[in-house]
Nanobody, 119 residues
Framework: QVQLVESGGGLVQAGGSLRLSCAASGRTFSISAMGWFRQAPGKEREFVAGITYSRANTWYADSAKGRFTISRDNAKNLVYLQMNSLKPEDTAVYYC????????????WGQGTQVTVSS
């Protein structure tokens, strides 16, 4: 099992920045990739950014490209999402997720952290 705990959410004005953190524990050796997803009220959960654990290859949703940066610290089992130039439409609950090589999908999820961007 892998446990994930997010932190760093909050209220920020449009144009501001926030950095989200995700701490992984448990069978972290089984993790092959980590990702950030978000869910706005009345909308489905959507992918934001992902990073592979070994090579730190990254990929982003179009909405995040150029504004968000995902990074990881394997020694500390931490994954970050640096969010700059935030917009009101970025308001959502942000979830951290882990993918294992065996499952090949994001099967572990954190409890989420609220990000609210005011206009």
């Amino acid at each position: 099992q892998v446990q994930l705990v997010e932190s760093g959410g909050g209220l920020v004005q449009a144009g501001g920045s926030l950095r989200l953190s995700c701490a992984a524990s448990g069978r972290t050796f089984s993790i092959s990739a980590m990702g950030w997803f978000r869910q706005a009220p009345g909308k489905e959960r959507e992918f934001v950014a992902g990073i592979t654990y070994s090579r730190a290859n990254t990929w982003y949703a179009d909405s995040a490209k150029g504004r968000f940066t995902i990074s990881r610290d394997n020694a500390k089992n931490l994954v970050y999402l640096q969010m700059n130039s935030l917009k009101p439409e970025d308001t959502a609950v942000y979830y951290c997720a882990a993918q294992t090589a065996v499952a090949g999908r994001f099967g572990y999820w954190g409890q989420g952290t609220q990000v609210t961007v005011s206009s």
